[in-house]
Antibody, heavy 119, light 113 residues
Framework: EVELVESGGGLVQPGESLRLSCTAS????????MHWVRQDPGKGLVWVSR????????AYADSVKGHFTISRDNAKSTLYLQMNSLRAEDTAVYYC????????????WGQGTLVTVSS | DIVMTQSPDSLTVSLGERATINCKSS????????????LAWYQQKPGQPPKLLIY???TRESGVPDRFSGSGSGTDFTLTISSLQAEDVAVYYC?????????FGQGTKLEIK
C-alpha cells in the first residue's frame, strides 16, 4: 500500500527556516516525480514544487522561487522541502504528493503537515 | 497562469439526487497531441487529503464509483454525481494540468439537504 508521511511542520517566526520531510513506502520511490502542494487554512490548493525521479530537475511556483528548495534522497525514499525566509503567507498545510501515471495528475497524497508562520 | 473558476461555491443536494459542479478555465486546456482535455477532479473529505476522482476530464480513476462522471471540453467542464450518497459530502476541486504551473479551482463544498 502506498503511504506518504510528512513531518517537520510547526510554528515559526517570520524570517525563520523549516525543513519538511516526506517518507514514502509501498512503491518504488525512485521512479516517480514528487511534488509539494499546499493548502492555505480554509482555502484551496496551490502547487508549490516538483522534483524529477533522479532529483536533477526541479520547478517552483513563483511565490516560493528563491526561498524554497525541493530535494530527495532515493536511498531513504524521502522527499524534502527546505523553506527559508518564511513569511506569514507561507502558512498552510503542506502535502507531499506523488505524480500519477497520467501526466499532470496526483494519485497519492500524504496527510499533510501544518506550517504556521507567526510572530 | 491558467485561472480555474468553479461554480457554485457551495451546493446542497438531497440524498439520491443529482449534484452538478462546474469548472471554467481561463484558456483552453485541450491538449492537441492527443485531443484530450488536461482536466482532473479531486474530492477532499473533512480532515483528509484530496483524492483523485477523474482525469482527462472524463476518465474515472480506478475504484471510483460510476455515479461520478466528468464531461466538457475546451474551457468548460462539469462533474456530476448521479445519485448523491452520504459519503459524498466533501469539497470538490478541479485542476488543469495543461500548463505549468498546474492550478486548481477554489473548490465547491457539497452538503446534504
Amino acid at each position: 500500500e502506498v503511504e506518504l508521511v510528512e513531518s517537520g511542520g510547526g510554528l515559526v517566526q517570520p524570517g525563520e527556516s523549516l525543513r519538511l520531510s516526506c517518507t514514502a513506502s509501498g512503491f518504488t520511490f525512485s521512479s516517480y516525480w514528487m511534488h509539494w502542494v499546499r493548502q492555505d487554512p480554509g482555502k484551496g490548493l496551490v502547487w508549490v514544487s516538483r522534483v524529477s525521479p533522479d532529483g536533477m530537475t526541479t520547478a517552483y511556483a513563483d511565490s516560493v522561487k528563491g526561498h524554497f528548495t525541493i530535494s530527495r534522497d532515493n536511498a531513504k525514499s524521502t522527499l524534502y522541502l527546505q523553506m527559508n525566509s518564511l513569511r506569514a503567507e507561507d502558512t498552510a498545510v503542506y502535502y507531499c504528493v506523488r505524480k500519477g501515471v497520467e501526466p499532470g495528475t496526483f494519485d497519492y497524497w500524504g496527510q499533510g503537515t501544518l506550517v504556521t508562520v507567526s510572530s | 497562469d491558467i485561472v480555474m473558476t468553479q461554480s457554485p461555491d457551495s451546493l446542497t443536494v438531497s440524498l439520491g439526487e443529482r449534484a452538478t459542479i462546474n469548472c471554467k478555465s481561463s484558456q483552453s486546456v485541450l491538449y492537441s497531441s492527443n485531443n484530450k482535455n488536461s482536466l482532473a477532479w479531486y474530492q477532499q473529505k473533512p480532515g483528509q487529503p484530496p483524492k483523485l476522482l477523474i482525469y482527462w476530464a472524463s476518465t474515472r480513476e480506478s475504484g471510483v464509483p460510476d455515479r461520478f462522471s466528468g464531461s466538457g471540453s475546451g474551457t468548460d467542464f462539469t462533474l456530476t454525481i448521479s445519485s448523491l450518497q452520504a459519503e459524498d459530502v466533501a469539497v470538490y476541486y478541479c485542476q488543469q494540468y495543461y500548463s505549468t504551473p498546474t492550478t486548481f479551482g477554489q473548490g465547491t463544498k457539497l452538503e446534504i439537504k
